[in-house]
């Protein structure tokens, strides 16, 4: 398992105090390498750290430890917001985002991640939990035109973002 620590997505106005960095995985010898094509990562908002694993079995196991998977609270009372997938109906390398809580409808974005650099342009497909809709968008920073709401499980993003979004909102 290796650690990644990003900037974290908080709440929009939590966002405007923050002036983060986004160093890469550090390794057992210290040296940053990104998550591999085929790496499932589990990206935690409120920290910002990321834990990616070689196959979706050990970061299933992962999610099991924080609590139950994909909508359940965890230890940390965080809970699985979305997953979001690098090749079409839910397949290849996985992104699952934990926030601390269920988006709320409230016209806003509830929760902004910029997608670390290696899951920029990977996304085709997603997976909304905890009552979010997932937003993509073309640049960091919730920047550009952006494609959504995803509010169900979609296989497949369309053409719009397809392998183009950079950050993501959750709303």
């Given at each position: 398992?290796?650690?990644?620590?990003?900037?974290?997505?908080?709440?929009?106005?939590?966002?405007?105090?923050?002036?983060?960095?986004?160093?890469?995985?550090?390794?057992?010898?210290?040296?940053?390498?990104?998550?591999?094509?085929?790496?499932?990562?589990?990206?935690?908002?409120?920290?910002?750290?990321?834990?990616?694993?070689?196959?979706?079995?050990?970061?299933?196991?992962?999610?099991?430890?924080?609590?139950?998977?994909?909508?359940?609270?965890?230890?940390?009372?965080?809970?699985?917001?979305?997953?979001?997938?690098?090749?079409?109906?839910?397949?290849?390398?996985?992104?699952?985002?934990y926030g601390t809580g269920m988006?709320?409808?409230?016209?806003?974005?509830?929760?902004q991640i910029d997608l670390p650099?290696?899951?920029?342009?990977?996304?085709?497909?997603?997976?909304?939990?905890?009552?979010?809709?997932?937003?993509?968008?073309?640049?960091?920073?919730?920047?550009?035109?952006?494609?959504?709401?995803?509010?169900?499980?979609?296989?497949?993003?369309?053409?719009?973002?397809?392998d183009r979004a950079q950050s993501?909102?959750?709303?």
């Amino acid at each position: 398992m290796r650690h990644r620590t990003l900037r974290a997505g908080l709440p929009i106005a939590a966002m405007s105090l923050l002036a983060a960095t986004v160093p890469g995985i550090a390794a057992a010898d210290g040296a940053a390498r990104p998550a591999g094509p085929d790496q499932h990562c589990n990206f935690d908002v409120r920290s910002g750290e990321q834990h990616c694993f070689g196959s979706l079995d050990e970061a299933e196991a992962d999610a099991r430890v924080r609590g139950s998977a994909h909508g359940g609270a965890t230890a940390q009372g965080d809970i699985i917001q979305a997953t979001l997938f690098d090749e079409e109906n839910f397949a290849g390398a996985s992104f699952t985002v934990y926030g601390t809580g269920m988006c709320e409808k409230n016209d806003k974005v509830d929760y902004q991640i910029d997608l670390p650099d290696d899951w920029k342009n990977r996304v085709s497909s997603v997976q909304p939990w905890a009552d979010c809709w997932i937003w993509l968008y073309p640049e960091p920073g919730l920047g550009g035109d952006r494609d959504g709401p995803f509010k169900e499980n979609t296989g497949a993003v369309g053409g719009a973002l397809n392998d183009r979004a950079q950050s993501v909102g959750l709303s």
